[in-house]
């Protein structure tokens, strides 16, 4: 079977100060025998291994993609050739299948520094079927309502207002979304995007993370930009609050999504429970679209068809290039799809 790599978090994030970086402590991986996490030096970086599975062959190809990806930020940055670009720190994160690896190179560290441990269901996606699960007309693997405007243009915008935890009775965590994204065309190829939100209640923590898909031949999913890339891991936007979306079909390149509201702390880790505006802005590179031919709000229960649960969400003020649209009902499978003037709201249960 074809191995699945996502980057997450900061896959190519260079920064001057990064808040609150991840520690070993503070991963969420264990070692699959329960024992000790195995401490060795693999090419040159500190290696932290809590499934002691980890080969030198996976280390490098880690390093190799992690010190690729810092490089190309840094001269992004115009500093490749200022002492400013050793000062600054790099992380970056590498799903594979179950196995997370976390890298880490810090003008506070002698050594680079590698933590391998197991991914948890919302890290790695679980099933990477469900986020793909409501891309067709009948909603396959799961439940949901759709609403679509049809159209080229070059962003859609709404205010989305989150289900609150009592509007998701059933949902399993990891398969209720909320989202828009397009149709389109990049070339001679077609384009599908899911661009929103995945609730979660990992860590303890009830709250809507983050989720770019982009499907263009192959599944690709969205890296978090630095500075923008605190809405994740133990962090995610306020359950029953109002969220901006924006869905970019082509930002230099890049499909990008942009989200704005309330997060229940203040940085990724949690370090500070208290409610904060945030941005997160996400991007799967090089997609190209050159055009659209409908944009798509969803809400949505995926897993399976004889999935159980409800699932809520509004989107208002809809419009297109900062033009309002009217949406059209498309689907309704175990769900109700309202459309007034801009605004559509939707209800799923089963």
Not at 33 to 44: C, R
Not at 110 to 137: C, H, L, N, P, Q
Request: contains cysteine; charged residues 15%; neutral net charge.
């Amino acid at each position: 079977m074809k191995k699945r790599f996502v980057l997450l978090a900061v896959a190519a994030a260079v920064m001057a100060v990064f808040p609150t970086a991840i520690s070993a402590s503070d991963l969420p991986g264990r070692a699959k025998s329960g024992g000790e996490p195995a401490s060795i030096e693999m090419s040159g970086a500190e290696v932290t291994d809590f499934t002691r599975t980890a080969t030198a062959a996976k280390i490098d190809e880690v390093l190799a993609k992690a010190r690729q990806a810092g490089m190309e930020s840094v001269q992004a940055q115009g500093l490749q050739r200022s002492a400013a670009a050793s000062g600054h720190t790099v992380d970056y994160t590498l799903i594979d299948g179950d196995t997370a690896y976390f890298y880490e190179k810090s003008p506070t560290q002698a050594k680079e520094k590698v933590y391998v441990y197991e991914a948890t269901a919302s890290e790695a996606g679980g099933d990477a079927g469900r986020r793909i699960a409501a891309m067709a007309g009948n909603l396959p693997d799961g439940i949901g309502g759709r609403a679509i405007v049809n159209g080229n243009g070059s962003y859609l915008n709404s205010t989305v207002r989150l289900a609150a935890s009592n509007q998701l009775t059933g949902a399993p965590s990891g398969a209720t979304y909320i989202y828009a994204g397009f149709s389109g065309t990049s070339g001679s190829q077609g384009v599908e995007t899911d661009m929103g939100l995945q609730y979660s209640n990992a860590y303890n923590n009830q709250k809507w993370l983050p989720v770019l898909s982009v499907f263009k031949g192959s599944k690709q999913f969205g890296t978090l930009v630095s500075p923008y890339n605190q809405v994740q891991y133990k962090n995610g936007y306020k359950p029953g609050t109002d969220v901006n979306l924006t869905a970019y079909r082509n930002s230099n390149g890049s499909v990008r999504l942009s989200l704005s509201g309330y997060a229940i702390c203040s940085d990724m880790s949690c370090s500070s429970q208290t409610d904060t505006y945030l941005t997160a802005v996400a991007e799967v590179a090089n997609i190209n679209v050159s055009s659209v031919s409908k944009w798509k709000m969803l809400a949505t229960l995926a897993g399976s068809e004889s999935v159980t649960g409800r699932n809520y969400a509004e989107f208002k003020n809809v419009n297109v290039d900062g033009a309002a649209r009217t949406p059209v009902k498309d689907v309704e499978d175990n769900a109700t799809v309202v459309v007034s003037g801009n605004n559509v709201t939707i209800n799923v249960s089963r």
